[in-house]
């Protein structure tokens, strides 16, 4: 419930540091120009200059909300939960860098079980909570319930009476789930995941079959390195290497809604120069339809 579809927000380039356009076509009103010529038009995907960015007045932040660049042309809304240098591990749906637990906001929201005694009972208790979230469904048992609920929902589900056990959701293994890596003789999930370090400008990576599975997507995506494997050997762009060193920092973001977002666990780590701005707040809302008062101006934290 951070934000919602028909929500608009103001967003802060200024935190970060603005970057530089890297073509003619993200610079307002000079881009209809080259929109008209159609050679300078076909190289609209393409960078005439390098990377480059101004400076900021903060760095970003763990927890900080933020709009980064998937494509040229699409934008996506995350909260960053590992910044360069961390040591990332997620356990049992429970964050944790440097080996310490993330204080997540209230919204984060997760899928829970829910045993109860009297299904009846239990409905007519959910009017007096006034929870707004999602309708539970039956199970595999008629007394076992599903919600998608934040922490504080959770609390209050548990409090009801006749409920017997609340518990999450454990997302299972599958090799085929798509997640951003799967490194040699692990078992990653979208609630179990790491440790592993979020590459920092500087860092260096020595080769051995864990990095090589964990790291060799953001290497061919954003470093424009290409690391192969044959036969115990390690090669970057065709030349045996035991190291490499990072050219930039990354960010490892997720969605508020944990089990169902599109996030660094599937699309790996962000690099800083496609991260666009912070999230202050929403300036108003039309979600559902109609204009809702209560999220005016609200802040986003």
Known sequence: DTLFSGDVILVNKLIYGPKLPRN???ISWVNLL????SRTRAKMEKDWWPYKRLEGSKGIEQGDVLVYQLSRTFFVVKRCVAVAGDTLAIVNGELFTDNKKFRSPET??????INIENKRRFYRQLDSINLNTGVFRNSTTPF????????????????????QLVKKELDTFAQNKGLFAMPLDTQWTLDN????VVPKKGMILRWNPFTFGAYQKV?????????????????VNGKISNQYTFMQDYFFVMG????????????GFIPKENIIAKVQCIIFSNYGGGFDWQRLFKRID
């Not at 984060?108 to 079980?113: A, F, G, R, T, V």
């Not at 995941?193 to 592993?196: A, Y």
Request: glycine share 6%; charged share 30%; proline share 3%.
């Open 256 to 267: 508020d809604n944990r089990k169902d977002s599109m996030d660094s666990r599937y699309i």
């Open 219 to 235: 290497l061919r995506e954003h470093e424009n390195v290409v690391c192969e494997e044959r036969d115990g050997v390690y090669y």
């Open 144 to 163: 076992w319930l599903k919600g998608n609920l934040s922490y504080k929902q959770r609390d209050a589900v548990e409090r009801l009476a006749g409920v």
């Open 24 to 26: 003619p076509f993200e």
């Open 193 to 196: 995941m790491g440790p592993l």
């Open 34 to 37: 080259f929109y008209l010529n």
């Open 108 to 113: 984060i929201k997760n899928n829970y079980l």
